[in-house]
């Protein structure tokens, strides 16, 4: 059996961390369409900005979103391609569990064969 402390990764930790929380997931689906102005995200929230600054600094952390500043305004861009390391471990949990699912599968058909008999 694989020690669950030989596959901890802290980067996808962060990841699932970051994704925890629905106003993160918000955010992140607003910024799918495109950049925004950090007033623009917090908006819809109904959030203080500095609660939005928090939520944003953990999707930064992540390596889910990039910030810029330009002048007074901060934006802030989503990073798909940080997504990859939770869509291959996801990936693997599922090949795992059909893999299992299968041999149970063939088990029970086996039991099931046996009973007729």
């Not at 995200?41 to 939005?52: D, N, S």
């Not at 990859?84 to 949990?93: C, F, G, I, K, Y």
């Amino acid at each position: 059996m694989v020690s669950f402390m030989a596959k901890h990764d802290p980067d996808l930790s962060l990841l699932f961390h970051a994704l925890a929380d629905p106003t993160r997931r918000a955010i992140l689906m607003r910024l799918a369409r495109g950049p925004a102005p950090v007033t623009q995200l917090a908006a819809p929230t109904g959030l203080r900005l500095p609660t939005v600054m928090r939520h944003l600094s953990v999707l930064e952390e992540a390596g889910l979103i990039a910030t810029s500043k330009d002048g007074r305004v901060r934006s802030c861009a989503i990073v798909p391609e940080a997504l990859a390391p939770m869509r291959t471990w996801l990936d693997e949990q599922r090949a795992i569990w059909e893999s299992r699912l299968g041999r149970l599968d063939d088990y029970v058909m086996k039991l099931m064969e046996e009973r007729a008999k």
